[in-house]
């Protein structure tokens, strides 16, 4: 990831000079040149774009016009719904069970969408909640996918990585598939397994050297474990079902889980945008290509500049990984007892002191999609021109409120 910063504020401010701030921008030739750069990391493999980590649907429908991606994955079953009915797919893997029994009954009453999306399971009772909204025989069949747990647990009750499906072995998996086909009403045409604590935990941590030998050991011990333990799980459930695909991975992990034998596509999303938190990875860095603007208002001393806004905090464990990075201009940091501020935010630095009220400081945030819950639209921003598109905010969708 080598960018030439100074000439990247300057065309970015070019481009948005007449605009007021905040604004949120993605610049399409990285962001073009990460999707080029991820379908050569998938070897070949189709790549499903993780929605949840754009919020665009004109960037959605972008990258899915590309040579080797293919599909949605989405977060949430009114989301699917509304990508397939809108023409941006006509495949959706929806990556967490739903109990939303509106979207469950309006997925059964048309047989188009029940085509087109696949809704996650990992417990009997998400069929029972289905059962519960319509019945067996009164809609169409539902295709669902089965999530095996690829978290990690070398010893007893020791667990590393995300918390998610209950489904861990292969034995539970083939178990939970031969009662899943037995099912009337439900289809099982796919798995999924997403390996968090590779694919969500860079192995680079800036300044953090101890903490980065401890993450590389654990990923090296853990995925020849996963690696025996998904294929044995896919093996399983093929007694029971003839998957169609098996999902895995994510943009810190392409590579590794595309040379998965057992992995028919992988998942990617963050690498399209390169948030702050994938330069702590040392495979791969995606080309930052997310931003946000906003105003200096202040100058309460030397060497400090305050913004106004600020407080775009990531999700995740609270610290300063999930705080958005002051970028643009290059040399500045926030004060430690103030962070990002909801109203307000200090930035510290030799480069404050250029900085005058009216001026623009520019923002990568921690996470992707994210960016654009605070924001109605994104700019997309195309050498010095910059064109308004809506978010999924601005189109009048929070899926996750």
């Given at each position: 990831?080598?960018?030439?910063?100074?000439?990247?504020?300057?065309?970015?401010?070019?481009?948005?000079g007449g605009l007021e701030t905040?604004?949120?921008?993605?610049?399409?030739?990285?962001?073009?040149?990460?999707?080029?750069?991820?379908?050569?990391?998938?070897?070949?493999?189709?790549?499903?774009v993780a929605s949840k980590s754009v919020r665009v649907r004109a960037?959605?429908?972008?990258?899915?016009?590309?040579?080797?991606?293919?599909?949605v994955m989405a977060y949430t079953l009114p989301e699917a719904i509304w990508l397939v009915r809108s023409g941006v797919t006509?495949?959706?893997?929806?990556?967490?069970?739903?109990?939303?029994?509106?979207?469950?009954?309006?997925?059964?009453?048309?047989?188009?969408?029940a085509a087109a999306i696949t809704?996650?399971?990992?417990?009997?009772?998400?069929?029972?909640?289905?059962?519960?909204?319509v019945a067996p025989g009164r809609r169409p069949?539902?295709?669902?996918?089965?999530?095996?747990?690829?978290?990690?647990?070398?010893?007893?009750?020791?667990?590393?990585?995300?918390?998610?499906?209950?489904?861990h072995s292969a034995a539970q998996a083939g178990s939970l598939a031969a009662r899943l086909v037995k099912r009337p009403g439900f289809r099982l045409v796919a798995m999924m397994s997403y390996e968090a604590h590779i694919a969500g935990l860079g192995d680079a941590p800036p300044g953090q050297a101890l903490r980065a030998r401890?993450?590389?050991?654990?990923?090296?011990?853990?995925?020849?474990?996963?690696?025996?333990?998904?294929?044995?799980?896919?093996?399983?459930?093929?007694?029971?079902?003839?998957?169609?695909?098996?999902?895995?991975g994510g943009t810190g992990s392409m590579a590794l889980t595309a040379a998965d034998p057992s992995v028919t596509e992988v998942a990617a999303g963050s690498g399209l945008f390169g948030p702050t938190l994938f330069d702590g990875y040392r495979a791969w860095q995606p080309t930052p290509a997310a931003f946000f603007a906003l105003s200096v208002v202040r100058r309460p001393g030397p060497r400090i500049a305050t913004v106004l806004g600020g407080g775009w905090i990531a999700s995740g464990p609270a610290g300063p990984s999930r705080q958005p990075t002051p970028w643009l201009p290059e040399g500045l940091r926030m004060r430690g007892d103030e962070g990002a501020g909801e109203v307000q935010t200090p930035l510290l630095g030799a480069a404050a002191d250029d900085l005058q009220p009216?001026?623009?400081?520019?923002?990568?945030?921690?996470?992707?999609?994210?960016?654009c819950e605070h924001v109605n639209e994104v700019h997309l921003v195309d050498g010095d021109t910059a064109a308004p598109t809506p978010t999924y905010r601005g189109e009048g969708y929070a899926f996750l409120g």
């Open positions: 990831m080598i960018v030439e910063r100074t000439a990247l504020q300057k065309r970015l401010d070019r481009a948005t905040p604004l949120a921008v993605v610049d399409l030739a990285a962001f073009d040149a990460n999707a080029a750069a991820l379908s050569v990391r998938s070897a070949g493999k189709p790549i499903r960037l959605l429908e972008r990258v899915l016009a590309r040579p080797g991606w293919s599909g006509d495949d959706v893997l929806v990556a967490y069970p739903s109990v939303d029994r509106t979207a469950i009954a309006e997925l059964a009453a048309d047989p188009q969408l809704v996650m399971v990992d417990n009997p009772a998400h069929l029972d909640l289905v059962d519960a909204v069949d539902v295709r669902i996918c089965l999530e095996l747990d690829a978290s990690w647990r070398p010893a007893g009750p020791l667990h590393i990585g995300v918390r998610r499906s209950p489904v401890a993450i590389r050991m654990m990923q090296r011990r853990s995925l020849p474990e996963l690696l025996r333990r998904r294929m044995a799980a896919v093996r399983a459930v093929r007694e029971h079902a003839d998957l169609e695909f098996v999902n895995g009216g001026d623009r400081v520019w923002f990568r945030h921690a996470k992707a999609g994210e960016l």
